[in-house]
């Protein structure tokens, strides 16, 4: 069994209920009132926490108008990463009101810091876990500074090679880090199910040894349901209120119906992945009834024999088990048989 970590009192890792996660990003659009609707509605979708972004446009990136500093091959072909981000980025004085919203509402909140500024922001908020974005997988010095918290990692792997993550994991744990969740991630925005490649679920909790779940930003709810049934311990979702309300991310984020529907399927999916078991379940006892068994299908007169015209395996079950019809052949009956009668061993001889 792979490795459990602990958030707020939830265990997550095999054999616990999938840990879900509304990750709110830009979609608030600056507005404080609708971050608050976004983690109500959230709450009633079915999440267990949601995640905020704690950033400024100066913490991530400058302001230059040179090309290396223009966005391509996006949704925000275009734009300067420092108009983007100044645009997208979770006023840091909204952050602890948020989190009193969300525990209120018996839910975590938590967050994705880019520098280390951040981390002592919200180190003082008393977040109980931190998420480490997939573009700052390779950001060796955050990665550290966030594992000498102590408290528990979620690091999405997107783009990262294997070297790359077994280099942020060891950072991770020579930092004392020693809770630890990867997540599979594609960072396509949004991104196509035919690209996800789920199978990576198993083989990464094997391969680190660590719970291992699914940041997925393609608008299909089944791509969670399977990463489930592989293994998948925690589903993180960007959500919005509306995805007719622009904003930077909206266009990749599940609206409250979806997301609920996403919780739904992901349960039921646990519920009926059970475990290894063969044989006739609690429900299927009524059913044993209508297997097949053997039936004496004409009327039989005592010391007649018995053949394929008058002994037939059909259903219900209640006669003898349809292995013995060869014993049974050219055998005698043992007293008049009605058409209709269940073979049983008390009528041949």
């Given at each position: 069994?792979?490795?459990?970590?602990?958030?707020?009192?939830?265990?997550?890792?095999?054999?616990?209920?999938?840990?879900?996660?509304?990750e709110?990003?830009?979609?608030?659009n600056?507005?404080?009132?609708?971050?608050?609707?976004?983690?109500?509605?959230?709450?009633?979708?079915?999440?267990?926490?949601?995640?905020?972004?704690?950033?400024?446009?100066?913490?991530?990136?400058?302001?230059?108008?040179?090309?290396y500093?223009?966005?391509?091959?996006t949704?925000?072909?275009?734009?300067?990463?420092?108009?983007?981000?100044?645009?997208?980025?979770?006023?840091?004085?909204?952050?602890?009101?948020?989190?009193?919203?969300?525990?209120?509402?018996?839910?975590?909140?938590?967050?994705?810091?880019f520098?280390?500024?951040?981390?002592?922001?919200?180190?003082?908020?008393?977040?109980?876990?931190?998420?480490?974005?997939?573009?700052?997988?390779?950001?060796?010095?955050?990665?550290?500074?966030?594992?000498?918290t102590?408290?528990?990692?979620?690091?999405?792997?997107?783009?990262a090679?294997?070297?790359?993550?077994?280099?942020?994991?060891?950072?991770?744990?020579?930092?004392g880090?020693?809770?630890l969740?990867?997540?599979?991630?594609?960072?396509?925005?949004?991104?196509?199910?035919?690209d996800?490649?789920?199978?990576?679920?198993?083989?990464?909790s094997e391969?680190?040894?660590?719970?291992?779940?699914?940041?997925?930003?393609?608008?299909?709810?089944?791509?969670?349901?399977?990463?489930?049934?592989?293994?998948?311990?925690?589903?993180?979702?960007?959500?919005?209120?509306?995805?007719?309300?622009?904003?930077?991310?909206?266009?990749?984020?599940?609206?409250?119906?979806?997301?609920?529907?996403?919780?739904?399927?992901?349960?039921?999916?646990?519920?009926?992945?059970?475990?290894v078991?063969?044989?006739?379940?609690?429900?299927?006892?009524?059913?044993?009834?209508?297997?097949?068994?053997?039936?004496?299908?004409?009327?039989?007169?005592?010391?007649?024999?018995?053949?394929?015209?008058?002994?037939?395996?059909?259903?219900?079950?209640?006669?003898?088990?349809t292995?013995?019809?060869?014993?049974?052949?050219?055998?005698r009956?043992a007293?008049?048989?009605?058409?209709?009668?269940?073979?049983?061993?008390?009528?041949?001889?």
């Amino acid at each position: 069994m792979t490795p459990v970590i602990e958030i707020a009192g939830h265990r997550i890792g095999s054999g616990y209920p999938a840990y879900v996660i509304a990750e709110m990003s830009a979609n608030h659009n600056q507005d404080f009132s609708q971050a608050v609707r976004i983690i109500r509605a959230a709450k009633e979708a079915g999440a267990d926490a949601v995640k905020l972004q704690t950033y400024t446009a100066d913490t991530l990136t400058i302001d230059s108008d040179q090309p290396y500093f223009r966005v391509s091959g996006t949704l925000w072909d275009g734009r300067t990463l420092y108009d983007l981000y100044g645009e997208a980025f979770t006023p840091w004085e909204w952050q602890s009101k948020l989190k009193q919203v969300a525990n209120d509402l018996g839910m975590d909140l938590f967050s994705t810091p880019f520098d280390d500024t951040a981390v002592d922001f919200l180190e003082a908020m008393g977040v109980p876990a931190y998420k480490i974005a997939s573009f700052e997988n390779v950001d060796i010095g955050l990665i550290r500074r966030v594992a000498r918290t102590g408290k528990p990692v979620i690091m999405s792997t997107g783009m990262a090679t294997l070297a790359e993550i077994d280099e942020a994991v060891t950072a991770i744990r020579e930092a004392g880090g020693s809770q630890l969740a990867l997540l599979k991630c594609t960072s396509a925005y949004p991104a196509l199910p035919q690209d996800m490649n789920l199978r990576t679920i198993p083989h990464l909790s094997e391969a680190f040894g660590v719970p291992v779940g699914l940041s997925d930003h393609t608008l299909d709810v089944a791509v969670p349901v399977a990463a489930v049934t592989l293994g998948a311990s925690i589903i993180e979702k960007h959500f919005t209120l509306s995805r007719a309300e622009p904003g930077p991310d909206s266009a990749f984020s599940l609206e409250p119906h979806e997301f609920r529907q996403m919780v739904d399927a992901v349960r039921v999916a646990e519920q009926a992945m059970g475990r290894v078991y063969y044989g006739v379940s609690e429900q299927e006892a009524s059913s044993r009834v209508f297997r097949r068994s053997l039936f004496v299908v004409r009327d039989m007169q005592a010391g007649e024999a018995f053949t394929l015209e008058n002994v037939r395996s059909i259903r219900p079950g209640y006669g003898l088990h349809t292995r013995h019809l060869d014993e049974v052949l050219g055998r005698r009956a043992a007293s008049d048989i009605m058409r209709g009668t269940p073979l049983r061993w008390e009528l041949v001889r």
